[in-house]
Structures are given as structure tokens and as C-alpha cells.
């Protein structure tokens, strides 16, 4: 009897538990174009002021191939800046969100191509698979291999660790926090993360109010608040006070908490959403706040 | 921008929480049985528009003597997730229904889950009380039920204080008795003591706290 009720319980959860949501973490859109400053679609932050232009000769569409255990797939990644001086400059690596593609986190980017500075730092975005115009599907696995994939391709510029900064925004917390505690083709030397998710277990427990397995709902574990205890280069966390997506207080401050290293800043930013503290702090008070933790 | 992320973690993550109606409320008679389904969960927000979670499950129950029905069920959408699990106990009739003075029972249950992929085992016990009327010559039920949800643990993820031991849930419902089926409808405020902000999840709830929840059962008695 005891065996036909084990045989019975493997058959039912072997035969009808086919839904996880991982693939749902990603909430990519595929594209045939990117229109960086011509996209209408909505975007975070909107449009920004003339003042952080970027000239079209100091945006440069690149494309490179990341290889992961599921296969090769080629990303789109745009750089702002100079091409010729990645081998001198310093150059922040920005790991966007899970929502649609570059053209999306294109005002985010040019914030960044002017922290200090019209493009005093290179900065390099690219897309996730299955983002943009990036081929292949989305997973916690590949999005490892995708930044990995563009940290391969500022080497092969002539970038080295010396000269890397690491920026991850909400999502893209994942891949920054990744790189800067294991080894990858590069290491930065700062790490940024601005509205980092602590993992996918904590969204599952916020929402339910228990002491839940993430387990129970995705495979996806997304688990910065680990990682980050292996992170020892310098670290600044910002986050909005009243971001309703991913909580200062059970996501960000448990992130800020556990680095691991000894140089660290906040920036909680009163008010502030989760898409939209640029736009409260100001966007130079932004900038600088940037700049300040990078020069220190 | 979040909305799919949103909308595909609500669906599962109410999934454990009060996700039924009300298994028995007035105690079955002796060696009577009872099989049924549900459908419903808490009410949320999607793509803008409120509606229940469609949680799914199926159980049955017997009756033990004429004062105690134990019932277990299996949580068909859990399931779908990998995740199975079951809500097993008893309903134990406290005092008889006198003209308008209601009917007590009290309903002890082991909240049991186990998942497939990382093999993670919880338990939350849970105690109902429930008062109910019957009237007419159907004898349909009219009741109310009070149902506390318990979480043991003191931490959860990366070693951070569970503060939540408590989510209690008050629910109004009504049984339909057919000659074959009977008809069930509760509606749930849950969680009425959470706060409903800041999370994930875009529950539907008075202000900031807690969240309604809607279902509808079906079940049959041999």
C-alpha cells in the first residue's frame, strides 16, 4: 500500500507540475530597431534636458556573442562614448531591468555617459537575451553569461578590472552582484545598485505575508543578499523610499546589510519610486551622487 | 513596467493562503461522505482589472460520528507548480443551531506543502471556528467563519526576522443544498492586521490592509 501511494504521489507531481515562473521574471520585448532618442514608446524617465545629450557619433549599436550551457546567442549592446578610448578610460558596465529592451533604459544610460562629465566615463548597456534585438530566451543562468559576454567584449577592447565600475538597476542587480562576488572575465572595482531585488524568495514572502521557499513559485533565485556578503569592493546602494516593487526595507536595506566589504554608501531617496529616483533626487544631484562615490 | 512580474507572482503567491472555501461547516452525519471542488482566492488586480485568483482544489470528507468530519484535500493549482499540497482535518460540532443562536464548530487543520524542485517541506496549522444557520426546508446554510493561519518559523529568507505568526481571515458564505449538489459561495476579508503596500502583489483591500478574497464550491453528498 505504501508503495502504490508513493508511486501515485511521484506520478501526480511528475505529470502535472509544469508551470514556473521564471521565464516570467523577464519581461522582455523583442525588437527589429533600436531608436535610441526616436523611441515613442513609453520609457523610464521619459525625455531627458538637452543638457545630457548625446551625439550620435558617441553612440555606437555593438553586437557580441554570449555562451552559456543553453547555447550561444548574439546580444545587441550599446556604447556611449569613444570606442578608441576603452583602453584608457574608465567604462561603467549598466545591467538594466527586466522591463522591454535598451530603448527603454536609453535615458539612463546618457544620466550615466555624463556622471563627471559629457562622457568622462565610457558607459556599455546591452540587452538580455531575448530583449531587443538580442537573440535566444531569458534565464537567471543566462543573464550571467550575458554580462559576461559584455565584459569579454571590453576586454577585448582593452578594458581591464582596474577601469571597470559595475552598475545594476532593480533586474539588473542580479548580474551586477554576480560579477563583483564570483570570478568573471572581469572584476570592477565599484559596484552600484540601484533598487536591487534581495531574492526571488523575498518577493514571494512579501507577497504572502509567510516564511515561504521561493522555491514553491520559480527555480529563479536571484539571491543578492548572499552574493553581496562576498562583494568587498566599495559599494553604494541607492533606492526610493516608496518603491512599491521592490521594497526599501525587505529588499534594499537587506542587500545594504549584508555587503560584505567596508566601504559602502546609501543613498535612500525620500520619495522615490522604484523607476523614478533620477528624476526625484534631481537629476545632478543624481549625477553627482554617482560621480562622488566614483572619485572617492 | 513591472506588470507582468506582478501578475505572474500574485497568482501563485496566495496560492497556500486561504485559497478555499470553507471545507465543513456543520459537521457531516456519521459515515456520510462528501466530495466537492473550489475555485477562488484572494481578490487582486490584474491588468488593472480586480478579480479573485482562480486557485483551484478538489477534497472530501466523512463523517466520523455525528458530531466530527475529517476532510482532506489536494490543491490542484498548487499542483500545476510543482508544489503539492493539502489541507487535512477535522470539524468538531460544538453546540446545535437553537432558532436564531447559531451553530458552533471549531475546524483544527494541518496545512501541509512540499515542492518538487528544492524538496521544501512547510506546515502551517490552522484553526477555524465557524457558526452557522440553517433555514428553509432545504435546509440551506448561512454561516460565517473565522480562520487563523499560523506561521511557526522566526526567520525566513537570509536569516531575517518573521514578524507575521498571525493571518487571520473573516468569511460570510452560504450553502445551497440540492437534491444532489450542493451550491457553496463565501467571500474572505484576509489578513485584515497586513499592511498591503509596498509589496509585490496589487491585492484589493480596505485601504492598506489585507485583501478581499471570493470563491465558489461545488460538492456532493453519498
Not at chain 2, 463565501?186 to 489585507?210: F, H, L, R, T, W
Amino acid at each position: 500500500m505504501k508503495k502504490v501511494i508513493t508511486i501515485i504521489f511521484i506520478l501526480i507531481m511528475g505529470l502535472t507540475s509544469c508551470l514556473r515562473l521564471d521565464s516570467q521574471l523577464f519581461n522582455s520585448q523583442e525588437l527589429s530597431e533600436y531608436k535610441f532618442d526616436l523611441y515613442t514608446g513609453n520609457r523610464e524617465l521619459g525625455t531627458l534636458p538637452e543638457t545630457y545629450s548625446v551625439a550620435d557619433s558617441m553612440r555606437h549599436l555593438v553586437t557580441f556573442i554570449s555562451n552559456s550551457s543553453e547555447g550561444a546567442a548574439k546580444l545587441y549592446g550599446v556604447y556611449l562614448g569613444d570606442l578608441q578610448h576603452i583602453a584608457t578610460d574608465t567604462v561603467i558596465l549598466y545591467c538594466h531591468g527586466n522591463a522591454k529592451h535598451m530603448d527603454n533604459y536609453w535615458s539612463r544610460a546618457k544620466l550615466l555617459a555624463h556622471v563627471g562629465g559629457k562622457h568622462r566615463y565610457g558607459v556599455l548597456m546591452f540587452d538580455y537575451r531575448g530583449y531587443g534585438m538580442s537573440e535566444g530566451k531569458s534565464s537567471e543562468n543566462n543573464i550571467y553569461a550575458d554580462v559576461d559576454a559584455a565584459l569579454k567584449w571590453l576586454q577585448s577592447k582593452g578594458l581591464t578590472s582596474s577601469r571597470l565600475l559595475v552598475y545594476g538597476y532593480s533586474l539588473g542587480s542580479a548580474p551586477s552582484t554576480e560579477v563583483a562576488s564570483n570570478a568573471y572575465s572581469l572584476k570592477p572595482i565599484k559596484l552600484l545598485l540601484e533598487a536591487p531585488f534581495a531574492s526571488s524568495a523575498v518577493m514571494v514572502q512579501d507577497g504572502s505575508k509567510l516564511a515561504l521557499p521561493g522555491s514553491y513559485f520559480t527555480s529563479a533565485k536571484i539571491n543578492n543578499a548572499e552574493k553581496i556578503k562576498n562583494v568587498k569592493i566599495p559599494f553604494m546602494w541607492l533606492h526610493g523610499t516608496a518603491d512599491s516593487f521592490l521594497s526599501i526595507n525587505t529588499h534594499g536595506e537587506v542587500v545594504y546589510k549584508n555587503y560584505g566589504g567596508t566601504k559602502s554608501e546609501a543613498l535612500r531617496v525620500i520619495g522615490a519610486e522604484h523607476g523614478d529616483l533620477p528624476s526625484i533626487l534631481g537629476y545632478d544631484n543624481y549625477v553627482n551622487a554617482v560621480y562622488n562615490f566614483i572619485v572617492k | 513596467m513591472h506588470v507582468l512580474i506582478k501578475n505572474t507572482l500574485i497568482i501563485t503567491t496566495f496560492i497556500l493562503l486561504a485559497c478555499n472555501t470553507t471545507r465543513v461547516v456543520k459537521p457531516l452525519d456519521m459515515g456520510e461522505k462528501q466530495l466537492g471542488v473550489s475555485i477562488g482566492g484572494a481578490m487582486i488586480k490584474f491588468v488593472g482589472v480586480p478579480m479573485p485568483l482562480p486557485l483551484t482544489n478538489v477534497f472530501g470528507a466523512y463523517g466520523l460520528n455525528n458530531k466530527t468530519t475529517a476532510f482532506a484535500s489536494l490543491h490542484t493549482t498548487a499542483l500545476m507548480f510543482g508544489v503539492f499540497q493539502t489541507d487535512i482535518g477535522i470539524t468538531q460540532h460544538l453546540l446545535k443551531q437553537k432558532k436564531y443562536i447559531p451553530g458552533i464548530s471549531i475546524s483544527p487543520i494541518a496545512n501541509l506543502m512540499f515542492d518538487r524542485w528544492d524538496r521544501n517541506f512547510s506546515f502551517y496549522p490552522q484553526l477555524d471556528l465557524n457558526a452557522y444557520w440553517n433555514y428553509g426546508k432545504k435546509q440551506n446554510l448561512i454561516y460565517t467563519t473565522l480562520n487563523n493561519w499560523f506561521e511557526l518559523r522566526n526567520t525566513k529568507a537570509h536569516n531575517e526576522t518573521q514578524t507575521t505568526h498571525w493571518l487571520p481571515s473573516i468569511g460570510v458564505g452560504h450553502q445551497w443544498i440540492g437534491n444532489k449538489l450542493s451550491w457553496q459561495m463565501e467571500a474572505k476579508y484576509i489578513a485584515p492586521n497586513q499592511s498591503n503596500k509596498n509589496i509585490v502583489v496589487d491585492y484589493i483591500g480596505m485601504g492598506s490592509q489585507g485583501t478581499f478574497g471570493l470563491y465558489i464550491g461545488v460538492s456532493r453528498k453519498f
